[in-house]
Nanobody, 119 residues
Framework: QVQLVESGGGLVQPGGSLRLSCAAS????????MAWYRQAPGKQRELVAR???????TYVNSVKGRFTISRTSAKNLAFLEMSSLRPEDTAVYYC?????????????WGQGTTVTVSA
């Protein structure tokens, strides 16, 4: 099993920066990719950024050039560096991991961390 715990959310002014962290524990060697999703009030959860073990990154268009996803070489920590934040980035951000453990596909989620962008 893999467990994820996010941290780093908070209140930031428009144009500001924030770094989210996701600590992974358990059978982390079974993780194939990690991602960040977000869910704004009244909206569906959306993929923000994904990073595969092969180093392939994917970003939603609205954050390209402003957000960066990364992961430590030990693969126990993932980050989302956010800059030039906008009010529309306000959401609960969730860490996500997918992989295959003993031939069984899994997908796990963290509990979420709230980011509020407001003056």
């Amino acid at each position: 099993q893999v467990q994820l715990v996010e941290s780093g959310g908070g209140l930031v002014q428009p144009g500001g920066s924030l770094r989210l962290s996701c600590a992974a524990s358990g059978r982390i060697w079974s993780i194939d990719a990690m991602a960040w999703y977000r869910q704004a009030p009244g909206k569906q959860r959306e993929l923000v950024a994904r990073l595969t073990n092969g180093g392939v990154t994917t970003y939603v268009n609205s954050v390209k050039g402003r957000f960066t996803i990364s992961r430590t070489s030990a693969k126990n920590l993932a980050f989302l560096e956010m800059s030039s934040l906008r009010p529309e980035d306000t959401a609960v951000y969730y860490c996500n991991a997918v992989g295959r453990d003993r031939e069984i596909y899994f997908e796990v989620w963290g509990q979420g961390t709230t980011v509020t962008v407001s003056a």
